[in-house]
């Protein structure tokens, strides 16, 4: 930290020493004040001081000492402990002096110490590369931006931590903006876990929400599709055994139907089912998975579960299929090989002006996150894999700590694992991390220690703090002192991206590029009555329809959806029923004199294999209730999308509401 503001710096005479050297251990060193500094200030810690030798070496203030000599402690000596960080030399190319990491030649005992200047300071904290990007100020010298390296800073992953409240989201924002106006082609995808910055990415962003997610199951390996299907139940051993043995067959079963895919062409055309594992990334059908199951139950059962087990299981798989809420990963009416499709809406191929695949994570249920994060963090692995770095993605995890935790036991190990082989071997293939939490010590160690570049703002907690500390060098310790004081905004910044380690201030964003994270103001919204009775209604609505405006018909049971489609697929509207059943009443009766049959009147006919509890058969007797569905009067039409979207209304607990231009 600089702690020398531009009025203090400006009223030091320039290279005016202010002490000398009395110690060297390595890279450290105590500097002993001069008795009367003028008109100086005694520098704090994290302030920077210069040794001119054959370079200049910057080093910063890490300790502050006072001690007394004679027997009357008239004396007071005040000592500073220094730790070396790097030199200003000839830039060799420009041979404009620049400050680099590291120390060539080391001060020596009895050399002066100096404050640094305006000048010093540009020049420490100033970045002249192109890949250089502006994120704020430094906190006591306004006039001097803080710069990081963009290779810096993604290359080697990034860790943003502080409270909640304290700007870490809008460090966020800052951050990823800044990237982009830089590299417009960028490939980041977010994992929004409280749907928080769709407003500040609304111009940048591929915005995917429940509706425009997918995220076919057959893409879950086999412990995140366990996580889904069975949780953690107490016979969950025994039924994760069915589903290792049915899952490859399903596999297979699907892929003997599909000659021309090219993956399960063998030599004479046929796919042989040892190919297959049960991690296979190939599609399947859940209608195949559930007919095995069937043959089981039909079998009694096997040597490793009961028939009972088999029926439990079949309900489970049926229940999370038919769920809307997990209509991103079974809604999909067809099975088809997509993956192509996946992978350039997630990793936005092509950009096409949107280089951020925000996904909201908060629509989709709880019980989901983990899986989906396991499943995306694998999928950004994978790519950068096979693609051999040549598209450098970044993936930033928002709630890290949710999903690599400190205690393993609390986390869901396949998104730990995934999250962890990105951090420990990503770089290779051009993979960075962006690790988010407000609470560090929740994090699993591994990960935060392999993030190059901490930014961390205000950190109330002291066992987030100590962990914090324990990664950091002697100079940086000192430092982070003061995390429990920093302001909103404020952070202290340190690791490969950064010059050296300092505090910062960030940059302000324009109001409509903030995330949504902004605390309720309980004094503005209590003062006045601001939800009505009826609010409550719309509230529900998106209550039980998870946030969606509209259900569509994959949302709904496939008995209702079936029922639907019938309804849809014979109605004509009641004018042209009206019609050929006037048309065709007045030829037969001038020919037989005999009434039309229901189906030659336009009326739908009962389908044969319908359900009888909502296909009842129809009354013989003549004085039974007319069928409603036969000769409607003009203008009562029957719009049937608005009664299946009504019926699908219904389906999520909303009452539907008389439409007075229908006659339903």
């Not at 929004?192 to 997610?213: C, G, M, R, S, V």
């Not at 809406?345 to 019980?367: D, N, T, W």
Request: charged letters at 25%; a negative charge; glycine letters at 6%.
């Amino acid at each position: 930290m600089v702690d020398l503001s531009r009025e203090e710096v400006s009223s030091t005479r320039p290279d005016m020493p202010i002490g000398r050297i009395i110690s060297v251990t390595g890279a450290h060193a105590v500097v002993e004040l001069m008795a009367d500094l003028g008109p100086i200030r005694a520098p704090q810690i994290g302030a920077l001081l210069k040794f001119p030798s054959e370079t200049t070496v910057i080093g910063i203030v890490t300790a502050l000492h006072v001690s007394y000599a004679g027997a009357g402690r008239e004396e007071e000596k005040r000592r500073v402990e220094i730790e070396f960080v790097g030199e200003i030399a000839a830039n060799p190319r420009t041979s404009a002096p620049s400050f680099h990491r590291g120390v060539t030649l080391y001060p020596t005992l009895g050399d002066p110490a100096i404050p640094v200047s305006t000048d010093d300071i540009s020049r420490v904290y100033r970045k002249d590369s192109e890949t250089a990007i502006r994120i704020g100020t430094i906190s006591k010298a306004s006039t001097v931006p803080a710069m990081v390296e963009i290779n810096e800073l993604l290359g080697k992953h990034v860790a943003i931590l502080g409270s909640t409240g304290t700007g870490k989201s809008c460090a966020v924002a800052l951050l990823l903006r800044r990237v982009i106006e830089k590299a417009p082609l960028a490939h980041i995808v977010l994992l929004d876990a409280h749907n928080e910055y769709a407003a500040a990415f609304e111009d940048l962003a591929e915005i995917i929400t429940p509706e425009t997610f997918r995220l076919p199951f057959w893409l879950l390996e086999f412990e995140e599709l366990c996580e889904i299907l069975i949780g953690q139940d107490g016979d969950s051993p025994v039924e994760m055994e069915i589903l290792r043995e049915l899952i490859p067959l399903a596999r297979a079963r699907f892929g003997s139907n599909q000659r021309r895919d090219r993956l399960l062409i063998r030599n004479q055309g046929e796919t042989r089912p040892s190919a297959v594992t049960v991690n296979t990334p190939l599609p399947y059908r859940i209608s195949d998975l559930l007919s095995l199951l069937d043959e089981g139950i039909a079998r009694g059962g096997d040597p490793r579960g009961s028939e009972i087990l088999y029926k439990r299981l079949k309900s489970r798989i049926e229940f999370i299929s038919r769920d809307p809420r997990f209509a991103f990963m079974f809604g999909s009416e067809t099975i088809q090989d997509n993956l192509a499709s996946i992978l350039s809406q997630l990793f936005r191929i092509p950009v096409a002006g949107k280089p951020i695949a925000l996904v909201e994570l908060g629509s989709l249920p709880s019980e989901a996150h983990q899986v989906v994060v396991s499943v995306l963090a694998r999928l950004c692995f994978d790519f950068g894999l096979w693609g051999g770095g040549h598209t450098p993605l970044a993936l930033v995890c928002e709630e890290a700590h949710r999903f690599a935790p400190a205690d393993h036991r609390a986390g869901f190990a396949p998104a730990q694992r995934a999250l962890s082989r990105i951090a420990r071997e990503g770089r290779k293939y051009g993979l960075s991390l962006v690790v988010v939490s407000q609470r560090p010590s929740e994090l699993d160690p591994a990960l935060l220690s392999r993030c190059s570049t901490i930014f961390t703002l205000r950190l109330t907690n002291e066992r987030d703090q100590d962990i914090v500390r324990a990664g950091a060098s002697d100079a940086t310790r000192g430092l982070l002192a003061f995390l429990p004081s920093l302001g909103t905004g404020e952070a202290a910044v340190f690791g490969e991206g950064a010059s050296l380690p300092t505090h910062i201030r960030f940059d302000r964003l324009e109001d409509h590029h903030c995330p949504r994270s902004v605390s309720a103001s309980f004094s503005v919204h209590w003062t006045a009555e601001r939800t009505r009775p009826e609010d409550l209604d719309k509230l529900i609505t998106r209550w039980r329809s998870q946030g969606r405006a509209e259900l569509s018909a994959q949302y709904l049971t496939p008995h209702l959806a079936r029922v639907l489609a019938d309804m849809e697929s014979v109605a004509l509207s009641s004018e042209e029923r009206a019609r050929k059943f006037d048309e065709r009443r007045t030829g037969n009766r001038d020919q037989t004199g005999a009434e039309p049959s229901a189906s030659e009147q336009g009326q739908p006919t009962r389908p044969e294999a319908a359900d009888p509890a909502v296909y009842p058969q129809q009354s013989s007797r003549r004085d039974a209730s007319p069928d409603p569905l036969s000769r409607p009067e003009p203008g009562g039409a029957i719009d049937w999308r608005r009664l299946k979207s009504r019926i699908i209304a219904s389906a999520v607990g909303e009452d539907a509401k008389r439409d007075p231009d229908s006659n339903t």
